[in-house]
């Protein structure tokens, strides 16, 4: 089952920083938080993850909380294709499958 | 990156019949895996694939439903037997990074969509 709890939609003006948060209250000391996104009839892509720090890469910014429960996906400039499914994810590294959640439909509008 | 190759791309076919999914990828992983995708659905694993071993099945899958070979490590196929339309998903392949991320990204192939009538 997954670990991660998500609102299941999100509406962001096109320009505008999308903030996506992820709960999860559950995580385990030695679980990383995973962000992927699916976009419409495609393979979910990679987008960043962390342990206890934030992060940021091209795509987004990562912010956990201290006590690592909760985190925010920040895109700073959503665009219309940044319309999306984006699963918030926590595991241990490695290759284990990945297990998705519902994720949160986030949906850019012009 | 990992870069993977799904055949067929999509497929309409006939209740009691079985389809075989191909999965390509350009360099070899250890581990491959595949996941379903029920129409408005998130992904849920099938199977995760070894090479040179028997795949390991999620609970709710099993082996004379979704046969899956792995015969290198570069290729995957899942079949589909004896579809009934609760079969219609995107059936989608996917590995794991190898290297210095082997501990940070999963690649996912375009997905097969399939549709049972």
């Known amino acids: 089952d997954a670990k991660t709890t998500q609102p299941t939609s999100m509406d962001c003006a096109e320009g505008r920083a999308a903030n996506l948060p992820c709960n999860h209250s559950t995580i385990s000391g030695n679980e990383y938080v995973y962000w992927y996104r699916q976009i419409h009839s495609q393979g979910p892509q990679y987008i960043i993850h962390?342990?206890?720090n934030n992060e940021t890469n091209e795509m987004a910014s990562l912010i956990i909380t201290e006590d690592r429960k909760s985190s925010t996906l920040i895109l700073p400039h959503a665009t219309l294709r940044d319309t999306a499914v984006y699963y918030c994810?926590?595991?241990?590294?490695?290759?284990?499958?990945?297990?998705f959640g519902k994720g949160t439909r986030l949906s850019v509008i012009a | 990156s990992a870069v993977i190759s799904q055949k067929p791309s999509r497929d309409i076919c006939q209740r009691g019949t079985s389809l075989t999914i191909q999965c390509q990828v350009d360099s070899q992983v250890t581990m491959m895996f595949w996941y379903r995708q029920q129409p408005g659905q998130s992904l849920t694993l099938i199977a995760t694939a070894n090479q040179g071993s028997e795949a390991t099945y999620e609970s709710g899958f099993v082996i004379d439903k979704f046969p899956i070979s792995r015969p290198n490590l570069t290729f995957s196929t899942l079949t589909v037997s004896n579809m009934s339309p609760e079969d219609s998903s995107i059936y989608l392949c996917?590995?794991?990074?190898?290297?210095?991320?082997?501990?940070?990204?999963?690649?996912f192939g375009p997905g097969t969509r399939l549709t049972v009538l």
């Open positions: 994810i926590v595991r241990v590294p490695g290759n284990t499958p990945l297990v």
């Open positions: 962390g342990l206890k």
């Open positions: 996917s590995v794991g990074a190898s290297g210095e991320t082997s501990y940070n990204e999963q690649f």
